[in-house]
């Protein structure tokens, strides 16, 4: 099992970060194109880092979030878990995700509630890597394209703005194999409960339209238009007013949104994803984690249940244009 820093080490070629001392304008951008921009431990631990880095830079004011490629992408990259989640092998535990390499720590053993929950309540945390847009107290922006699915979705509830190509799917594939994410209160209260409610049990995607008619998306363009657009909003706010305005501005909000309960929803949705071993299939052919079944992996096995929904509920494009 690898550790922390080689999980973060092998990551640094997938995620780029660059800064405008000039503008105080900071990207990071996810370059794993041939894999939709998913996400490792590695890779979100780097992002979690970077967030906070830039959190402190006096050189950054405004923190730009981008794909490369086809892509903004398409959530973590469930395959480098594997089954781990439930059926983990007698040597496999989450200390990689908790950033803990000391051999002297011992996870909780599998079957207990902790082992699972121990993650779970973890995503809460700004440094893991999920939600750390909330704690950031300068301006985020996303740049949305193609898939905008599962870790990737998260950014974008947490983001200040997101400006999205016409061609962007948003949603969680996991509301398909396990019923829910760790950001289920802000996908509420930013998309309204009647929407968001819609997504999470028909496990559908919605199209860029759909989040911008919900209020949850600033600015839909074609996808030749998105990377002017985006960098037209990120100057407008690299200029408006003081970084220290801007600070104020965001810790107001950031009060707003804890008296809505952003991080009480965050540990509640944490303690919910604890309790996914005791689920009880309602089918045989029902597709739920840890039970078995996987056998050509757990991304291949989404996949093809994917394709048993109408074909514009589908979430990837190639499922889509299948009768």
Request: glycine letters at 10%; one cysteine or more; charged letters at 30%.
């Amino acid at each position: 099992m690898k550790t922390a820093a080689e999980h973060k080490q092998d990551a640094r070629q997938f995620v780029r970060y660059e800064k405008d001392k000039a503008t105080k304008i900071a990207t990071i951008t996810f370059d794993r194109p041939e894999k939709a921009n998913t996400t490792t431990i590695g890779m979100r631990l780097l992002f979690g880092e970077l967030v906070h880095k830039a959190n402190i830079d006096d050189d950054v004011k405004v923190l730009v979030i981008r794909g490369e490629g086809e892509d903004f992408g398409s959530g973590g990259d469930i395959n480098e878990h594997g089954d781990i989640y439930l059926k983990p092998g007698p040597d496999e535990n989450f200390l990689p995700d908790l950033d803990i390499d000391d051999p002297d720590v011992t996870y909780p053993p599998a079957g207990s509630f902790r082992f699972l929950h121990g993650l779970t309540d973890h995503y809460a945390k700004g440094r893991a890597g999920n939600r750390p847009l909330q704690e950031f107290k300068k301006i985020s922006i996303i740049e949305a394209k193609g898939y905008c699915y599962g870790w990737h979705f998260y950014q974008a509830a947490d983001a200040d703005m997101v400006i999205a190509s016409d061609d962007t799917l948003f949603g969680h594939p996991a509301f398909r194999y396990a019923g829910w994410g760790p950001r289920l209160w802000q996908w509420a209260e930013m998309m309204g409960v009647r929407k968001f409610s819609e997504m999470l049990f028909t496990g559908r995607p919605f199209s860029a339209k759909e989040m911008a008619d919900c209020g949850f998306v600033n600015s839909v363009v074609p996808r030749d238009q998105l990377e002017a657009e985006t960098a037209k909003y990120a100057k407008a706010c690299s200029i408006t007013r003081p970084t220290d305005v801007v600070v104020v501005q965001k810790t107001f909000l950031e009060l707003y949104k804890q008296y809505r309960g952003e991080y009480m929803g965050s540990m509640l949705t944490g303690f919910v994803e604890g309790v996914l071993p005791m689920m009880k299939d309602d089918r045989a052919e029902d597709i739920s984690l840890g039970k078995g079944g996987f056998d050509g992996g757990i991304a291949n096995t989404v996949k093809n249940n994917d394709l048993n929904y109408p074909p514009e509920w589908r979430l990837s494009r190639k499922g889509r244009l299948q009768d």
